[in-house]
């Protein structure tokens, strides 16, 4: 493996660090001439995996440093996230109802609803201190 | 992200512009709500619109619900094949008429 096809950033736990994001993940992307369709995919599951713990994760006040490492491989594209957040596996919660009627629809639980579709694999780990979340983008369907 | 607004026969013309992310949704939500108290018919322009996460969903369904509200019509046109993915991904697409063009939205039946 090449080490230049890995990516590692670290982000503060602020939404503004989310420009930040998206820069590695354009960088790595075009890098690798990774198709735009698929390049938004990553983009947007990463902007709401990070969502999600900037805004929920923390109980203080307190900087916190989120770990994002992108790698590439053959045919997929493996992404982990990792806080020092307070346990929580997005996994386990509840479906969003897509087909709820627009008076009922809420918006909570959309952001992870749309990892799980946008992805091809989500895994989670606990950590001792944290968590990690490791999401998989399989190469190829858009890519032909 | 940035946004312009016109009108066009009884609608309000909404161009959204960039990218919607959780960074600045609450802009958008804020500029949604005040349009959706004071319009009753209106149509987005999202040839330009780049990205958008769950938040910003989340801004245009807090819209929708209000034009509902008072009965208007709420259409989109010109989204990206992307985006509309998302939408379908979300189940968005069953909320949002899309249309491909502004004639075709505006001259769209009720």
Same mark, same amino acid.
């Given at each position: ?144 | ?6 009108? &066009? $026969?009884?609608? #309000? =013309?909404?161009? *959204? ?10 802009? +958008? /939500? ?13 149509? &987005? $322009?999202?040839? #330009? =619109?780049?990205? *958008? ?10 819209? +929708? /619900? ?45």
């Amino acid at each position: 493996m090449n080490a230049d096809e890995n990516m590692e950033v670290r982000l503060p736990n602020s939404l503004g660090a989310l420009h930040e994001l998206h820069a590695v993940v354009v960088q790595f992307c075009r890098r690798r001439a990774i198709h735009p369709d698929t390049e938004f995919k990553i983009d947007l599951a990463l902007d709401e995996v990070f969502t999600n713990i900037v805004r929920y994760g923390y109980d203080d006040q307190l900087s916190h440093e989120i770990v994002v490492r992108l790698k590439g491989g053959q045919n997929s594209i493996r992404i982990s996230i990792e806080d020092d957040a307070r346990p929580f596996n997005p996994l386990l919660a509840p479906e969003v109802d897509v087909d709820a009627p627009v008076a009922e629809r809420r918006i909570g639980g959309l952001g992870i609803h749309l990892v799980r579709n946008l992805m091809d694999q989500v895994r989670y780990q606990r950590r001792p201190v944290g968590n990690r979340l490791i999401l998989i983008k399989r190469l190829g369907k858009e890519e032909n | 992200m940035t946004v312009q607004e016109g009108k &066009i $026969d009884s609608f #309000a =013309l909404l161009e *959204i512009i960039g990218r919607v992310t959780s960074e600045n949704s609450e802009t +958008l /939500k804020a500029y949604l709500q005040e349009l959706g108290k004071r319009e009753q018919h209106v149509l &987005i $322009d999202c040839s #330009a =619109l780049e990205y *958008i996460s769950s938040t910003g969903l989340g801004a245009l369904l807090v819209l +929708l /619900k209000l034009i509902q509200n008072k009965h208007g019509i709420l259409r989109l046109f010109c989204v990206s094949p992307r985006i509309v993915e998302v939408f379908k991904i979300s189940g968005f697409d069953k909320y949002f008429p899309i249309f491909p063009s502004l004639e075709a939205a505006r001259r769209a039946e009720t």
